[in-house]
């Protein structure tokens, strides 16, 4: 069965340092989004993507972070200077307009 | 505020029982998903309800949407100890869009 893919499964970064996070979505799928869970609290929507551009994005979603899809099949989130605060588990998801299918996630840890 | 919310917060059952988790939301909706994530892992997607849908069935999952009351509700019949778990509503405005997920129910099975 399909299934979006994320790497790595966990990160650990220097405050200030910069994250890229991976992802594979689901190869015919044209809708790709991030979400940020922190710990023991809701699923927030990060941005959303389609056509190679960003169609929605949230108040989290600063200048400090950009998504890029480099190729036909990876999707990243990179977040620059990391804080404390970014600590959580990123998920990326893809959709085909329909049902959102989530990856494992990337365990993001600041110290 | 576009954020669902639910109930209970938490659930605890014995094998064999019927669990019942409820959300609402504020707006107005294209489609109401659930799903379920196990401990530090990813989520799963259970069920999709269109906003033209009164009831769904998938297995021992049974999902109602009440549009008129900005509620839906997820029951999962003759529970088993791996159905415990957090289980999420989210919902979409339109097709391809983000989801904007509840706080979600942590729900025990115990054996």
């Known amino acids: 069965e399909p299934e979006v893919t994320q790497t790595p499964s966990h990160q650990v970064t220097q405050m200030g340092q910069e994250v890229i996070l991976r992802c594979v979505p689901i190869s015919n799928h044209l809708y790709f989004y991030w979400y940020r869970q922190i710990l023991g609290q809701k699923v927030e929507f990060l941005v959303s993507f389609y056509n190679n551009e960003i169609s929605e994005k949230s108040e989290i979603f600063d200048d400090q972070f950009s998504v890029e899809r480099p190729d036909g099949s990876n999707f990243t989130l990179k977040i620059r200077s990391t804080k404390l605060e970014d600590s959580a588990m990123y998920f990326c998801?893809?959709?085909?307009?329909?049902?959102?299918?989530f990856g494992q996630g990337t365990r993001l840890t600041v110290v | 505020s576009q954020q669902g919310e639910e109930d209970p917060q938490a659930l605890s059952i014995q094998e064999g029982e019927n669990a019942t988790m409820n959300c609402s939301y504020k707006?107005?909706?294209?489609?109401l998903q659930w799903y379920r994530q196990n401990s530090g892992r990813g989520l799963v997607h259970l069920i999709l309800i269109r906003s033209n849908e009164r009831e769904k069935h998938s297995g021992r999952l049974r999902v109602t949407l009440d549009t008129s009351k900005k509620s839906s509700s997820l029951l999962i019949t003759a529970s088993r100890a791996a159905d415990t778990a957090s289980y999420f509503c989210a919902f979409g405005m339109e097709y391809g869009n983000k989801l904007v997920f509840g706080a979600g129910t942590i729900l025990r099975v115990k054996s």
């Open positions: 707006t107005s909706i294209n489609n």
């Open positions: 998801a893809s959709s085909d307009a329909r049902v959102a299918f």
